[in-house]
């Protein structure tokens, strides 16, 4: 009997493609999100064959949008949001400004009134959640410096949009499109006895403010003590349902009833539940599904794509694609650096803004709508995500490469030799110079500070071994510094960071992160530092573990292998502890048998 099913076609079509294109991607040295996108612009409805559900396809993005943006929520700390708003607020702002400008220009000079040159520069101003934060997550960077303020001033940029989606449609009249002014009450404008426009500004306001405080007051309360109830009942099957329900649950609730993005809502109910002890277990949790729904984002994005465009458009394009990709990272660069940042910071900050995606598809169907887009705006807008998120990728891996070299601190000329008066320092505050390598030799460098890196540096301290510690938690780090071991506040995997653990003279190499694969990289690494290196990985599989093998490692230590050992080594140490011993020979047995 035959079935519609749209929403399995739309997953297996989008899921299997993407791997496929990816596998290819990754086959000729692409960016993965390469092959996710050409995967959207198959199934798309601008290409023969089969055709997914478009809006299916938008909707599962967004559950990948969520989780994401949970997990993000998990490694950050209000602190961490508050430690950085001197630069995010000001910066995502006036970013923002600039980039609108430029939008507005650009739509003026095709022909297009203002109010559609200024939604349009809006569209290209914010920069897409999923794109930057998967940059971030690849490089280990989330919860660094360079990390925090990225993602902080992606909060600003969507509290902006936000408040733009509210007052669009109120003020949709004035800018040459059609009003509509259902979001706002007319009985409460009335009592008010302000317009339209400020009422909406002040609801706006009024229910984030809400959704916020609800979320620090009651919210790390409540959520972290359902999490703990749900982890005594002994029952992953219900903790990982638990976690995925408030994930979910809190960016659709914050959505419907306060009006803020899924993707907001979602980070809140993320850094409420970090300070609970069980927060990097509900990170992993989410993991699998977070990943396999930001793939679907992508193919989303590729489904929107009609490759007829570039013929028919080609310099619009390519100068939507210029206010992307230059024009927005070049004013970002600017305004860290006019803070006093380093240019390693600038430039991170710079790759990772020089994109855009959800909310700028949001906008610009809104301003379709309200008449105040003309429809080719929605095909330049996807035009130009497709390229600049292709293009991202790539930004970054030339920031990686040549970032160390351009903040190498320039040697001034001797003022003796040049007879004149010395030049000013450049940067003397924030000037950021190559970290010098540790002393240590013969050491031990251990990555990681978990619960099993922890009890590995205590044994190795205690035996009095030299050792270095790689920890990406700053705080960590630091800590570890004030308790006189030798700390790296950083992911192992940034570069100069293996370099600056002197792995090159170190005995051994430690890696006690759970993560295989980004195990197996830094010991490629570090193998290809010091040959005669002896590395030491975790796994929790025979598979990890041959894997772990192919890049270098010497010893492998699976944890169930080694929990299965210990815990035969403790029964039949209790065997030879409580057994009678009147039996002479029975005794020699148990002896013979017990470690």
Not at 230 to 243: D, I, K, N, P, Q
Request: charged share 15%.
């Amino acid at each position: 009997m035959p079935h519609a099913t749209p929403l399995i076609a739309t997953l297996v079509a989008g899921i299997c493609l993407a791997f496929v294109a990816g596998l290819v991607a990754h086959r000729f040295r692409l960016p993965p999100i390469a092959g996710y996108l050409l995967a959207g612009v198959i199934i798309g409805p601008f290409t023969p064959g089969f055709v997914a559900d478009q809006s299916l396809a938008n909707e599962l993005a967004e559950i990948g949008v969520i989780l994401l943006m949970f997990g993000v929520g998990l490694h950050f700390s209000l602190k961490d949001l508050l430690s950085v708003r001197a630069i995010a607020i000001p910066g995502a702002i006036g970013q923002i400004a600039v980039a609108t400008v430029f939008g507005l220009l650009l739509g003026l000079a095709m022909g297009w009134s203002a109010g559609s040159g200024l939604v349009f520069g809006l569209s290209l101003s914010v920069a897409s959640t999923v794109v930057l934060l998967r940059a971030l997550q690849e490089r280990r960077m989330v919860e660094t410096e360079k990390g925090r303020i990225a993602v902080g001033w992606l909060i600003v940029e969507d509290l902006v949009m936000v408040l733009a989606l509210v007052l669009l449609p109120p003020l949709a009249g004035m800018l040459g499109g059609t009003a509509q002014t259902a979001n706002v009450d007319p009985d409460l404008t009335r009592a008010l006895g302000l317009g339209e426009v400020w009422t909406a500004v002040g609801v706006t306001a009024l229910k984030v403010s809400a959704f916020i405080a609800l979320m620090l007051i009651v919210g790390r309360k409540v959520i972290p003590m359902i999490l703990h109830y749900v982890a005594h009942t002994g029952s992953r099957e219900l903790f990982r349902l638990s976690v995925l329900a408030i994930a979910l649950g809190v960016a659709y609730g914050s959505a419907k009833l306060f009006g803020v993005s899924f993707a907001l809502g979602a980070f809140f109910a993320g850094m409420v539940l970090a300070e609970s002890q069980l927060s990097q277990q509900a990170a992993r949790e989410t993991l699998p599904l977070r990943d396999a729904f930001a793939v679907l984002f992508f193919v989303s994005v590729g489904m929107l794509f009609d490759p007829v465009n570039l013929l028919e458009r080609p310099l619009a394009i390519f100068a939507t694609i210029f206010t992307i990709v230059f024009v927005k990272s070049a004013v970002a660069y600017l305004i860290v650096k006019t803070f006093g940042y380093p240019r390693t910071i600038a430039l991170t900050i710079a790759a990772s803004l020089a994109q855009i995606g959800e909310f700028s598809f949001i906008l610009v169907v809104l301003g379709v709508g309200l008449n105040l887009l003309p429809p080719v705006a929605q095909d330049l807008i996807v035009a130009g995500a497709l390229f600049s998120i292709l293009v991202n990728p790539l930004l970054f891996m030339a920031v990686d490469h040549y970032g160390a070299k351009l903040e190498a601190p320039a040697v001034a000329p001797d003022p003796a030799e040049s007879g004149d008066a010395a030049p000013q320092a450049e940067e003397p505050t924030f000037t950021e110079a190559a970290p010098e390598p540790t002393t240590l030799t013969d050491h031990a460098v251990v990555v990681g500070y978990g619960r099993v890196g922890k009890r590995i540096v205590e044994r190795l301290r205690a035996a009095g071994v030299p050792l270095l510690v790689i920890e990406e938690r700053a705080g960590v780090a630091e800590a570890l510094r004030e308790a006189g071991i030798e700390a790296i506040g950083e992911p192992a995997g940034s570069r100069g960071v293996l370099a600056q653990a002197n792995i090159a003279a170190a005995r051994w190499f430690v890696t006690a992160i759970p993560d295989a694969f980004a195990s197996g990289t830094l010991i490629e690494q570090a193998r290809g530092a010091n040959g005669a290196l002896s590395i030491v990985a975790r796994a929790t599989s025979q598979a990890e573990a041959d894997h772990l093998r192919q890049f270098g490692a010497n010893h492998i230590v699976i944890a169930k292998d080694q929990l299965a050992a210990a815990m035969a080594d403790t029964l039949l140490a209790g065997e030879a502890t409580h057994k009678p011993t009147a039996d002479a020979e029975r005794q020699g047995e148990l002896n013979l048998t017990a470690p």
